[in-house]
Antibody, heavy 120, light 106 residues
Framework: QVQLQESGPGLVKPSETLSLTCTVS????????WSWIRQPPGKGLEWIGF???????NYNPSFKSRVTTSVDTSKNQFSLHLNSVTAADTAVYYC??????????????WGQGTLVTVSS | DIQMTQSPSSLSASVGDRVTITCRAS??????LNWYQEKPGKAPKLLIY???DLQTGVPSRFSGSGSGTDFTLTISSLQPEDFATYSC?????????FGQGTKVDI
């Protein structure tokens, strides 16, 4: 079955760019939307955005212009870049596939998540 | 943004108990509501989508109901592996939002 795995630095300095990659295995990345979600310590889950394999995107306005996502179909990977990070961006970051029906859109499967700490 | 409010925030239960978790949306979301199970260090798991559809492979003791603004996740007979945090999520309108989670412990 499809599995997702996040990778990237676990420590990022304030004002720098957080960059993560999600590798999709067990299936093709094509024809789906791929999403990023995060969970700050002690808080609930927060949707960041998703990217189509066409490259089109949809982002949570909370992240304004700080976020970009991209897809590399040749590597079966998609990426997240969040710039100008602060301590408030410290969180476990998850990648997930977006499933859908006529009645809903959901996240399944998910990666295990990676903790990113923003600190100098 | 649509606010998702879960209750209770936490609960204590025993193996075999019937557990009910509620999720309320700040406006009507039809049945665009999903439920997830979270365990530390593990990938979150989709349990229910579209308010009441059981994801393939999820035990039938899990069920979901509701429409509009009020939704319920029920575990009919709690098993040891069910001690976890449960979160709801709406996909009715952007930005998609989650509830704050309900922790189920012993």
């Amino acid at each position: 079955q499809v599995q997702l795995q996040e990778s990237g630095p676990g420590l990022v300095k304030p004002s720098e760019t957080l960059s993560l990659t999600c590798t999709v295995s067990g299936g093709s990345i094509s024809s789906y939307r791929w999403s990023w979600i995060r969970q700050p310590p002690g808080k609930g889950l927060e949707w960041i955005g998703f990217v189509y394999t066409s490259g089109n995107t949809n982002y949570n306005p909370s992240f304004k212009s700080r976020v970009t996502t991209s897809v590399d179909t040749s590597k079966n990977q998609f990426s997240l870049h969040l710039n100008s990070v602060t301590a408030a961006d410290t969180a476990v970051y998850y990648c997930a596939r977006v499933g859908y029906s006529t009645s809903s859109d959901w996240f399944d499967p998910w990666g295990q998540g990676t903790l990113v700490t923003v600190s100098s | 943004d649509i606010q998702m409010t879960q209750s209770p925030s936490s609960l204590s239960a025993s193996v075999g108990d019937r557990v009910t978790i509620t999720c309320r949306a700040s406006q009507s979301i039809s049945n665009y509501l999903n439920w997830y199970q979270e365990k530390p260090g593990k990938a979150p798991k989709l349990l229910i989508y579209a308010a009441s559809d059981l994801q393939t492979g999820v035990p039938s003791r899990f069920s979901g109901s509701g429409s509009g603004t009020d939704f319920t996740l029920t575990i009919s007979s709690l098993q040891p592996e069910d001690f976890a945090t449960y979160s709801c999520q709406q996909s009715y309108s952007f930005p998609w939002t989650f509830g704050q989670g309900t922790k189920v412990d012993i």
